[in-house]
């Protein structure tokens, strides 16, 4: 069975940054990151491929957030700029077991493995 666990969230101040790592036991296959607010649904922020090779970004972050993996590490990262109080959410990390050559994937269904999740909280 595949594990993802986050970390890497915690408490900055507007404009600032983190980094969100998930380590997947054993596997490397497509992955994403999406988000939880507060009364929120779930909603997208980025995915990557399973060699890394492409990505995609929801619209309102890209230039902010970089997705990026260390296939030998088996670790999925989310590096995040210029932080603001609208980004605070809990971040999780998902996997897609089944997948075609060089294809990410946006939404929800499309993924089966979730991690726990990691909060992130911007204060301004």
């Known amino acids: 069975q595949v594990q993802l666990v986050e970390s890497g969230g915690g408490l900055v101040q507007a404009g600032g940054s983190l980094r969100l790592s998930c380590a997947a036991s054993?596997?490397?296959?497509?992955m994403g990151w999406f988000r939880q607010a507060p009364g929120k649904e779930r909603e997208f922020v980025a995915a990557i491929t399973w060699t890394g090779l492409s990505s995609y970004y929801a619209d309102s972050l890209k230039g902010r957030f970089t997705i990026s993996r260390d296939s030998a590490k088996n670790t999925l990262y989310l590096q995040m700029n210029s932080l603001k109080p609208e980004d605070t959410a809990v971040y999780y990390c998902?996997?897609?077991?089944?997948?075609?050559?060089?294809?990410?994937?946006?939404?929800?269904?499309?993924?089966?493995?979730w991690g726990q999740g990691t909060q992130v909280t911007v204060s301004s």
């Open positions: 998902a996997g897609r077991r089944t997948y075609s050559w060089e294809t990410y994937y946006t939404t929800r269904p499309e993924y089966g493995d």
């Open positions: 054993g596997r490397t296959y497509p």
